[in-house]
């Protein structure tokens, strides 16, 4: 059956941060995804995880400046140090936390640049931390994002990443699967999932269109899941969607995958 990990940063919004962690356990979740934990410090999350018994298994590296349009800094050339504090930050945190993947910004490609240049850029930086990350037994995930939500972004389908893959040549670099960012990309999911299997260590989805529930939109996400399972899945599944009606309210799907209120 799989495994699903409820999307702080996305789910539970009607809460503060720092009471999703018992929330999502309250709604039965053993694990949480977490983009941007840096607003917490490590011995607070480490203090809210053991208090609601989760595991954290997902932090993004830090995107730059959002409001200058940045999504990320690992392929943007001349930024090299830059990316390099920003991945120390979530390696810190994912080490202290025992995360188990952090998923590389690459980031948008900048008017003076080009994607070549950017992709070369966030070639050498990969095959320079995913040592680093090996060490303390840490995937390194790359993920195509829709031009419509991240226009300019790197990489916006799943040939291109295995690509990128491929060139970093290093084991613990992996594709991180969205189902929404990929349906409306490319389409074909269950295809798709086939023909990079070797490439994937991660699954998120949400619907589409609106990134809700996945009883909502034009994908049949069950029968995502249960392709998963055929295949052999043992990973999570990231619940990266927004609830359409508040978070409780939009559960209902969870309780053929074993996740039923605690309370």
């Known amino acids: 059956m799989p495994r699903f990990a409820a999307n702080l940063t996305t789910m539970f919004t009607e809460l503060e941060p720092k009471d999703r962690f018992l929330a999502a356990y309250n709604a039965g979740f053993d694990a949480v995804e977490y983009l941007a934990p840096y607003g917490h410090d490590i011995s ?3 203090s809210l995880l053991q208090d609601a018994q989760l595991s ?4 993004n590296t830090g995107i730059g400046d959002g409001q200058k349009g940045e999504r990320g800094l690992a392929a943007l050339p001349g930024r090299e ?9 979530a390696l810190t945190y994912a080490s202290a936390l025992q995360v188990e993947m ?5 980031g948008v490609v900048p008017e003076n640049s080009n994607a070549t240049i950017c992709e070369n850029t ?4 990969l095959k320079k931390v995913a040592p680093i990350a090996a060490r303390e037994k840490i995937k390194l995930l790359i993920e195509p994002l829709n031009t419509q939500d991240v226009p300019g972004y790197l990489h916006t389908n799943s040939g291109h990443a295995a690509r990128i893959i491929s060139a970093v040549n290093e084991p613990n670099v992996r594709m991180q699967f969205d189902f929404y960012h990929l349906q409306i990309m490319e389409g074909n999911l269950g295809k798709n999932l086939e023909n990079h299997w070797d490439s994937i260590g991660h699954i998120q989805f949400s619907s589409v269109p609106g990134r809700h529930e996945p009883q909502h939109g034009e994908v049949n996400l069950p029968f995502l899941f249960a392709k998963l399972d055929d295949m052999g899945y043992t990973g999570w599944i990231g619940c990266e969607y927004g609830p359409k009606h508040g978070t409780q309210d939009g559960l209902g799907w969870a309780a053929a995958y074993g996740i039923k209120p605690r309370i």
Request: hydrophobic residues 60%.
């Open 56 to 59: 954290m298994i997902l932090l």
């Open 122 to 125: 966030f070639i050498a930086n």
């Open 44 to 46: 607070e999350l480490r």
């Open 81 to 89: 140090s830059d990316f390099e504090s920003l991945f120390e930050q």
């Open 102 to 106: 952090i998923h590389v910004m690459a």
